[in-house]
């Protein structure tokens, strides 16, 4: 079968375009600019400098290499000859949304172009955010039903259970329905008998979410040179857990830290990402009533969810016996990644992107400098019949962005005969101009007119207006199969008039087209390392006060 057309999705993030654009304003929360080798060659000489074989080697049993390429580069990387550069992403039903295979595969076209600039192996690492518990966020993915209309495929479960992290939430029962319905969703020819034979391998009633999203993730990047690490492995709780001791010690200043970097970026004219809980560490402890966050109330511990109090002695008693129990959230996973990782890059989604404006200065209180922060690759596939159809009918991409409503509004303007917009424009005018008139001649007759005058003008521009639609109906009507047409279209490109990559999954065109789609994405993301780019000279901290 033939491919399908793959194109860069077009951003509308003003952040992602600033920082890309290498705007001034944004330089001092930044390590570096993605595409300057310099940041990259400055970032190496740190990792270096930071962590030899032995510090390497702590999470050496984390790693789960997908290949004999990636499994050579690890060796190297972890006798000191070598890089690696990470991405990562909650573990989604089914591998969730598009973007998640997206991040993987631009990690890997990074890792490569690095490769070639450093002279050394630098092997692509996704981070499997296991620790994660927000259940309603994962259980579920959306595709195109026969009728390309988005259809929700969710896991029923018991929606009073703890939040459990990801690591430990079982899928229980309902997985098995939810495969036999996206099952019913895939093409009955191509590939689709070798997706629900991974689906059902991977994703059964006894596994984890995070194992299950791991092993699937595992089977769709084999044939790429990289490797997999979970956040909730033994070996990155043990080794990380200075980070997590440091961050519980020294909460109060790590707060006023990353409140006076939010306070320059906001400044600056960018927004935070992250909005600040005031008192919020950013520890998460585990207990039997699931994971919830450690807040600072006088000189104690206050669980956010469950109110229960933690004395802070205990707490880092216990951390050190079972370093399980703490785990890092948004913006200290982070620095848990590059403290036991010889991380160069981090691959981030535009939200990611943004919120590591805000905490570069935490990293410099963990003694690290940030990584080298690299925007994921978008991409939007545009299958045949979509393709045809838009050509057909004169649309591009970007013409059939957004509501469908306003799609086919658009069309209507755009296909009326002539002679009947300007008619009703003219009508609209018209009457427009003609009651203008009435109105500020009209109080030489009688002042109380006024009133009924521009009553009269409001009805009568009602009337224009509904003959307006009465005109969209029949225009509508008489072109309804050209609009289903392009409907279908839109909603294959456009689901909900949102990006496809936010809302799709990739099972289904794993069905059509197999291994070659993953392929495919892989080979329309280019990294161009470029040194005319401006020289970010890292992240400025001057201002803060408490660092520790």
């Not at 499994?71 to 973007?99: C, E, H, S, W």
């Not at 109110?307 to 079972?322: C, F, M």
Request: glycine share 6%.
């Amino acid at each position: 079968m033939t491919l399908p057309r793959i194109i860069p999705a077009v951003g509308t993030s003003p952040f992602i375009r600033d920082y890309i654009a290498g705007t001034p304003a944004l330089a001092p929360f930044y390590t570096g600019h993605p595409s300057d080798p310099t940041a990259y060659e400055r970032k190496s000489r740190e990792v270096r400098d930071r962590m030899d074989p032995a510090a390497r080697a702590r999470v050496a049993e984390a790693y789960r290499p997908l290949n004999d390429a990636a499994r050579k580069k690890l060796d190297r990387i972890l006798r000191g000859d070598g890089f690696v550069v990470t991405t990562g992403q909650q573990a989604g039903l089914f591998t969730g949304p598009l973007y998640t295979i997206y991040k993987a595969l631009s990690a890997v076209r990074l890792a490569a172009a690095l490769e070639q600039q450093l002279k050394c192996p630098v092997l692509a690492l996704f981070w499997v955010a296991a620790d994660d518990h927000d259940w309603a966020e994962v259980d579920h993915v959306r595709v195109l039903d026969a009728y390309d209309y988005p259809r929700d495929v969710r896991v029923r479960s018991d929606v009073d259970a703890p939040p459990w992290p990801m690591s430990r939430k079982r899928l229980g029962a309902g997985v098995t329905a939810a495969i036999d319905e996206l099952a019913q969703l895939l093409p009955p020819d191509g590939f689709g008998d070798d997706l629900r034979s991974m689906l059902r391998r991977a994703y059964t009633a006894d596994r984890t979410v995070a194992s299950a999203f791991e092993d699937m993730i595992a089977e769709i990047l084999a044939p790429f040179p990289i490797a997999i690490v979970s956040s909730a492995h033994p070996a990155i709780k043990r080794a990380s857990l200075p980070v997590m001791l440091h961050e519980l010690v020294h909460a109060e200043a790590h707060e006023q830290i990353v409140a006076a970097q939010t306070a320059r970026l906001s400044a600056a004219g960018y927004p935070p990402q992250v909005v600040l809980t005031p008192d919020a560490s950013n520890v998460f402890l585990l207990r039997d009533a699931g994971r919830d966050r450690l807040l600072r109330e006088r000189g104690a511990w206050l669980l956010r969810r469950t109110g229960e109090r933690v004395d802070p002695s205990a707490l880092l008693e216990q951390a050190n016996t079972d370093p399980e129990i703490l785990s890092a959230n948004v913006f200290l996973r982070p620095i848990v990644e590059s403290s036991v990782f010889p991380t160069l890059a981090y691959v981030g989604g535009p939200a990611e992107t943004a919120y590591f404006a805000q905490i570069g200065c935490l990293f410099e209180a963990h003694n690290i400098k940030m990584p080298v922060i690299f925007p994921r690759h978008g991409l939007t596939v545009i299958e045949a019949r979509a393709d045809r159809t838009l050509e057909r009918m004169g649309y591009d991409v970007e013409s059939v962005r957004g509501p469908f409503a306003k799609v086919v509004s658009a069309l209507v303007k755009a296909e009326l005969p002539p002679s009947v917009r300007d008619a009703l424009g003219a009508l609209g005018d018209d009457l427009g101009n003609a009651y203008a008139a009435l109105e500020s001649s009209i109080p030489a007759v009688d002042p109380t007119l006024a009133g009924p005058v521009r009553s009269s003008r409001y009805r009568a521009s009602l009337e224009v207006r509904r003959m307006e639609k009465q005109i969209e109906r029949q225009f509508k009507a008489r072109n309804a199969d050209r609009i289903e047409q392009l409907r279908r279209a839109a909603s294959s490109i456009h689901p909900d008039g949102a990006p496809q990559e936010r809302v799709l999954n990739i099972v289904p065109l794993l069905a059509k087209y197999g291994p070659p789609i993953v392929q495919a994405m892989h080979d329309a993301m280019p990294v161009a390392l470029d040194r005319s780019m401006p020289e970010w000279s890292g992240v400025n901290c001057d201002n803060d006060q408490g660092a520790t």
